[in-house]
């Protein structure tokens, strides 16, 4: 506060901002991370046709590509074939799984309570519906998302220096 106060900034939240924009930013800024952008099936940012791959092969390159150390978290038979992902980035609720899954052959999520869409998940593999989840972690899944918000404050602010500093993965996995 003293820090401030004798620089005279000013500090701006806008965390319910940038999630209220559409498309979603947190799912552009994942899609472009991983170089889906050009993949976009639909307007909301939501959903991608990529090449087709494998759930596990999915799963290394977002954990390669993101710099996951720990967090991620998958659901699903490795050798489920996957073209079609469904982004829930941020927190996601049951609803949301609920009404996606069917929908594509993966979801990647930030962040699920583990006792509702993880389990829906489970129970639809269980059924024997070739089906995915991938959940990566909250911060990771919105990290891609503040670069394209520093790069958008650039615009507004050009006068001010402005760069994303990740906070990187902050689980790591014991040996």
Same mark, same amino acid.
């Given at each position: ?22 498309? $979603? ?5 994942? =899609?472009? =991370?991983?170089?889906? =952008?050009?993949?976009?099936?639909? $307007? $909301? !940012?939501?959903? #991608? ?9 999915? =799963? ?30 941020? #927190? ?30 489970? $129970?639809?593999?269980?059924? !024997? ?41 902050? #689980?790591?996995?014991?040996?």
């Amino acid at each position: 506060n003293d820090f401030i106060a004798m620089h005279k900034l000013v500090v701006f939240r806008l965390n319910e901002h940038w999630n209220l924009r559409r498309p $979603d930013p947190r799912a552009l800024g994942l =899609a472009r =991370a991983m170089g889906w =952008a050009s993949f976009a099936s639909g $307007d $909301d !940012g939501l959903r #991608y046709d990529v090449r087709p791959t494998t759930l596990d092969n999915l =799963a290394g390159q977002l954990k390669k590509v993101l710099g996951i150390r720990g967090g991620l978290r998958v659901i699903g038979n490795p050798a489920t074939a996957v073209r079609r992902i469904g982004l829930l980035p941020g #927190y996601t609720l049951i609803q949301a799984s609920v009404a996606m899954l069917p929908t594509v052959d993966v979801i990647v999520t930030g962040e699920v309570q583990e006792w509702e869409s993880a389990t829906y998940a489970q $129970d639809v593999v269980f059924a !024997g519906i070739k089906k995915g989840f991938i959940s990566i972690g909250r911060v990771v899944n919105e990290a891609p998302a503040m670069q394209l918000c520093a790069d958008w404050l650039k615009t507004i602010v050009p006068e001010v220096p402005v760069r994303f500093i990740s906070a990187g993965d902050p #689980y790591w996995r014991p040996l």
